[in-house]
């Protein structure tokens, strides 16, 4: 094929994004804000109380097991080769480059896609309040937050990734701030049945009235697993950390950590909140968060709305932080177009493909709006076509880390770290990807849209390989520390 593995470690690359930039607080709060505590706290919890009843805060805390056990597939290969390609370096160094673009082509439906949906979906709930509790009808909100938030992302991450790491600091701490203060309050307000340790006992999983099942449990973990997605997110600042082989994995088992017992305790909460009745939390004319903002709160109610603003603007430039890292990686090897390369002279930024990334979070957030509704369309595209997106990543990471340790770092292999993790977390994503794509439309169709675009991945690189262009190959699995 024109290529083949590296025999030994080779000497240096260097890098035109700004060296040293960001320390641990920065690289972890990227991850953090990339899994946005209060959508994956507040948007999901009636589903996922819905196929688990009170016993959500323990799916939660199985799932929060198995994304540590993804987390670790991360860490390991990013303590060995800090780059800002992220997975494309990681599957390209250890698999082999064509699985290295396959990777990053999947990517382009996972972090890049994700702020126009949702500053679409932002400006929806924000338009359903604002008529629910005051009578003011703006149901064009949708697509004038699209419209705000991809220029203003576009803008943070043009002026440098200092000014958008500290943007994504503070967002993201006002944003956890106030979901746990709700959480709080649910504990302080839990209404006769008080606050439960039933919500961590195997045995109400199936006991709980309301009928839930062993396999509804079951599926709470695995779509827990997918909410946490996000804690990645920090792989493609590498070459902008400070000490990357120390801080990178560190802030990926960190974001980890710290957010996945988050979220524990705001569903636990939450579900206090609301007397521990998995069915009032179902019959919540707003989202769960909302109503017991308005139970707890009053008239500050209005402040949940404020994290979620806090929310979308962190995780947008989180988002665009990864896909335009990404980008610039493959751009410098020869796999993409050579102008997502282009580096600002002062600011140190890949301007050109910021630019695109700002198109592309436009492009999916007005279309998908028109199409299907602002609504509809964050379910579909960020739930669902950026899980199953995902998932492909995921699963050949899993494999890397396996084939890196075996073939290249057969001294440090561990059995539990290195195969059985990798092993366990696949099998869950595989069933999560079984169980996740219902049948009625548009949902049906994401499988559909997702192997079409793995179709035309594979059709590029047959026409690269027509055309000759193989030089990439050599350079892909390249980090910093290495030569190109």
């Not at 972090?111 to 126009?116: D, I, K, W, Y």
């Not at 410098?332 to 890949?350: E, I, Q």
């Not at 292999?413 to 049948?439: D, E, G, Q, R, T």
Request: proline share 6%; with cysteine.
């Amino acid at each position: 094929m024109g290529y083949q593995q590296p025999a030994a470690q080779p000497a240096a690359m260097k890098t035109e994004l700004e060296a040293d930039a960001i320390g641990l607080l920065g690289a972890t709060m990227q991850a953090v804000t990339h899994i946005a505590p209060a959508i994956a706290g507040f948007f999901f919890t009636a589903f996922i109380v819905s196929l688990a009843g009170i016993t959500a805060p323990l799916a939660y805390f199985i799932g929060f097991v198995i994304v540590l056990m993804l987390g670790n597939t991360l860490a390991q290969l990013a303590k060995h080769m800090p780059s800002a390609g992220g997975y494309y370096t990681y599957v390209s160094r250890a698999v082999h480059p064509r699985a290295g673009f396959l990777v990053s082509w999947m990517y382009i439906l996972y972090s890049p896609l994700v702020g126009g949906p949702l500053a679409g979906f932002f400006g929806f709930i924000v338009a359903g309040e604002l008529k629910a509790n005051w009578g003011i009808d703006v149901p064009w909100l949708w697509w004038v937050a699209v419209l705000v938030f991809a220029p203003l992302t576009a803008y943070l991450q043009w002026e440098g990734i200092k000014l958008s790491t500290r943007f994504m600091v503070i967002t993201g701490g006002i944003e956890m701030l106030i979901v746990m203060t709700l959480a709080i309050f649910g504990f302080l307000n839990p209404g006769p049945s008080g606050i439960s340790l039933s919500v961590f006992d195997p045995g109400q999983i199936t006991s709980q009235v309301g009928g839930f099942t062993f396999a509804g449990f079951s599926l709470a973990v695995v779509f827990t697993v997918q909410g946490l997605t996000g804690w990645e997110a920090s792989a493609p600042l590498a070459e902008e950390t400070k000490d990357p082989k120390r801080n990178v994995p560190l802030s990926v088992m960190l974001s980890i950590a710290g957010i996945g017992t988050f979220l524990v305790i705001v569903f636990w909460g939450v579900i206090t909140g609301f007397n521990n009745d998995p069915a009032a939390i179902a019959a919540s004319p707003d989202l769960p968060a909302l109503g017991l903002a308005h139970r707890v709160w009053g008239d500050f109610w209005i402040i949940v709305l404020f994290a979620f603003l806090n929310s979308v603007a962190a995780v947008s430039i989180a988002c665009a932080n990864v896909g335009t890292r990404m980008w610039y990686s493959m751009a410098r090897s020869g796999s993409f177009p050579k102008a997502l390369a282009v580096v600002h002279p002062r600011h140190k930024t890949p301007t050109n493909a910021i630019l695109v990334q700002m198109v592309l979070n436009i492009g999916a957030g007005l279309a998908g709006g028109i199409i299907w509704g602002a609504d509809v369309s964050f379910f579909f595209l960020v739930g669902l076509v950026l899980v199953l997106a995902v998932t492909v990543v995921y699963l050949l990471a899993n494999l890397a880390v396996f084939r890196f340790y075996w073939t290249e770092h057969r001294s440090e292999f561990n059995w539990l770290l290195h195969a059985v993790f990798p092993v366990v977390s696949s099998a869950v994503l595989i069933y999560a990807v079984y169980k996740s794509f219902p049948a009625d439309p548009p949902y049906g169709y994401a499988p559909i849209l997702d192997g079409a675009w793995l179709l035309i991945g594979v059709l590029i690189l047959v026409f690269l390989r027509m055309r000759g262009n193989e030089e990439w190959l050599t350079k892909a699995g390249s980090s910093i520390g290495e030569s190109v």
